[in-house]
Nanobody, 130 residues
Framework: QVQLVESGGGLVQAGGSLRLSCAASGRTFSSYAMGWFRQAPGKEREFVSA????????YYLDSVKGRFAISRDNAENTVYLQMNSLKPEDTAVYYC???????????????????????WGQGTQVTVSS
């Protein structure tokens, strides 16, 4: 069992930055790929970014490439999402998720699927004002 707790959300003006953190419990953090998803009111949950167990491979939603950066610290059991140049359309509840990493090849589309992830945090609200 893995428990995930997100923090760092808030209200920011367009063009601003936020850094989300997700702290994980347990001693098997490095066994998991970590993902960030978001959900805006009335919309489906959407993949934002993911990072493999070692941190060596990352994936991004096209609309956040060049603005967001995912990273992880396996010694601290924490994954981060640095969000720069924020836009009003980035407004959503952001969720951290953990999915078992087989440590073998998986194409990028695999890590965008909600069903790949076994554990989810409670979410943190990000609101970007125009």
């Amino acid at each position: 069992q893995v428990q995930l707790v997100e923090s760092g959300g808030g209200l920011v003006q367009a063009g601003g930055s936020l850094r989300l953190s997700c702290a994980a419990s347990g001693r098997t953090f490095s066994s998991y790929a970590m993902g960030w998803f978001r959900q805006a009111p009335g919309k489906e949950r959407e993949f934002v970014s993911a990072i493999r167990w070692s941190g060596g491979t990352t994936y991004y939603l096209d609309s956040v490439k060049g603005r967001f950066a995912i990273s992880r610290d396996n010694a601290e059991n924490t994954v981060y999402l640095q969000m720069n140049s924020l836009k009003p359309e980035d407004t959503a509840v952001y969720y951290c998720a953990a999915g078992h990493d087989p440590k073998s090849y998986r194409d990028s589309a695999y890590w965008t699927r909600v069903g790949v992830y076994d554990f989810w945090g409670q979410g943190t609200q990000v609101t970007v004002s125009s």
